[in-house]
């Protein structure tokens, strides 16, 4: 699989994206708009300022004359320490101040502040002017008025904000990236549920998937439900398929069997019996390792995901002992129940399966008239089978090689079997958490065969 | 004992009923379940004996289906071996089952014992001059006298009780009492005879030998 990166951390880098972007942007004009503020606070002042200066024009003998009130440039104090120049003239003739400040051109009219920016001195300076017509004497004369300050305290004013702004900004950008990876895996959270609820099953659970979901997945959902429709049908079908295979195969081998048989029963030659017993025998074998292939596989298939449900060992026993009665009878074997409760959870169905292979082997292993013994134990944390019978023994060699798969023992000559029964039986009880013991029966005469399982 | 067999397969049809006769049941044959629904619509039987793919149906819902009304016990001949079929199979009211291909002596063992879990053996017990034979239950009984039989000792008395006054093989016997692979020579038949004999000493059944012929059994006229 091609991952595409994670959907989770790329809605958390895009929020986080428009994030930075707002905080950037506000940032800016939270500066721009701090500026702003402190240059119009400046205007404001040195209108106020030029306007008070301007009040107190007058015209004395035909002089223009005026006082420069202490309150002019008290006010312009307020704003930081920025030095303050300033210069009143009267047509071409200074009557006051610097005469190499810059004076604004005097376009708007008489009344007017007019406001620029300049340099003196080598400072940035903000310039605000405004021209009066005073009569002086007979003849009118324009005053200008002008008074300019530095910029610095704008500047520190504006920069202060900035950096307030700058704060503020970061702060909101982390909270903003925190909440936007907060809300990332709340809105992926049923995705997350979602695939956790099917990753939780096992191979052959395709029932269709019943939660509660956001409507975003519901189409996913339907999707994956039709897809679970679609396994589980073509899985059914392929296991009517096997079934039915089995069913061709096993009918017509039904029908040689029984020939065989019949013929058996009329041929008298020792060798045409000899060889119609074989042919039985094959018949027996291939049919036996069909089945026994088949149980291994659906042990297999089920033991992944094993349906629990709650077993009474001594029920379980008294089943396989009815079922294999008539077959023990055959052989006039007795076999012998002694079972006390033992209660497991696990598939009835498996467990009835390992059993039923055990105690076929102490069938067919033992000779006639003899035991078989089942005994069902619970000790401690334990549920036991044990079954022990009279018959040969395991042999030589380590008893667990038994257990691996088409296996067969030195003991099974002219005895039909295809190896897979202890196979089948041991990875039954792996699956359940247990185990199969094996051993010597009784003072070390026959087989025991313990199953051996967790108690519930 | 009258028994039904269910089963579209001709050849393993003829041979189980030929198999059956020689018990001395009688069997009818349907092939269909359409024809099982009428055998059954006009006669009783001890034992159905019923395949599970037949042309027109699945055994399995026909026994669903009438397992209700059907007091008759069921075995199963499935040629589907999966362990959740067989279990299945049990689920869904059959008595017991058997997998094809199989065995005659394994089938005839399993349709005793069904036959005698289901209680059926009161009507099937055989008169031998003044003793009563009950196959299923294995008992002899004779007078206030009851002795339990062993298996093959019940098996044996049956054969002899199906045929009265007839003589019978060491071949013919071998091949009722053991199934086909037995290593079992005509010794045995002697053995079992002997231990027969034995059993039944004094409930006025006797089994004679006839040199070269084979074994009649011969009965006290009540
Ligand atoms: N009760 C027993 N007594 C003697 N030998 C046994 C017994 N149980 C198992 N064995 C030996 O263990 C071997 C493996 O047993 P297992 O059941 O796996 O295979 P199998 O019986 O040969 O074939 P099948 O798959 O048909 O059961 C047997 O071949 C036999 O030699
Ligand atoms: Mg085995």
Redesign the interface.
Known sequence: MTGTGSIGRRLTLLLAGVAALLSVLSWGMVTMLARQAAERTQDNVLAASVTAIAETLRSEQGEVRLELPYSAFSMLGAIGEDRVFYTVTAGDRTLTGYADLPVPDGRGGPGRIVFATGTYRGEAIRIASVTRVVLAGTSPVPVTVTVAQTRDGVGTIAADLSQLAAILAVAFFVVAVGLSAIAARTSLRPLKELTAAVSRRGPSDLRPLRRAAPSELAPLMGALNRLMDRLNLSLRRSEDF??EA??????P???????A??A??SVTDDADKQR??QM??A??ES?RS??QL??HA?VAFRADDLPRAPVDLADLAARTV??L???A??K?IRLQLDAVPAQVSGD???L??ALRNVLDNAIKYSPEDTVVHLQVMSIAHEARIAVTDQGPGLGEGPARALTERFRRGSNTE?I?GSGLGLTIAEEVLRAHGGRLDLGAGERGKGTCVTLVLPSS | MRYLLVEDNRELAEAVIGRLALDGHAVDHAGTLAEAEDCLAVATYDLILLDVMLPDGDGRDFLARSRASLETPVIVLTARAQVSDRVGALDQGADDYITKPFDFSELEARCRAVLRRRGGSARNQIALGAALFDPLAGTLSHGATSVDLRNREIRLLEVFARHPGQILSKGQLMDRLFSYDSDVTENAIEVYVGRLRRRIDGMGVRIETLRGLGYRMETDTA
């Open positions: 096997i079934a089995a069913h061709r195969v096993r009918t081998l039904a029908t040689v069997r029984t020939q048989e019949i058996l029963r119609l017993r039985i025998r018949v027996d049919s069909a089945g088949l149980d659906t009815a079922a009665e008539p077959t009878a055959m006039e009835p169905v498996l009835d399966s002219g039909v």
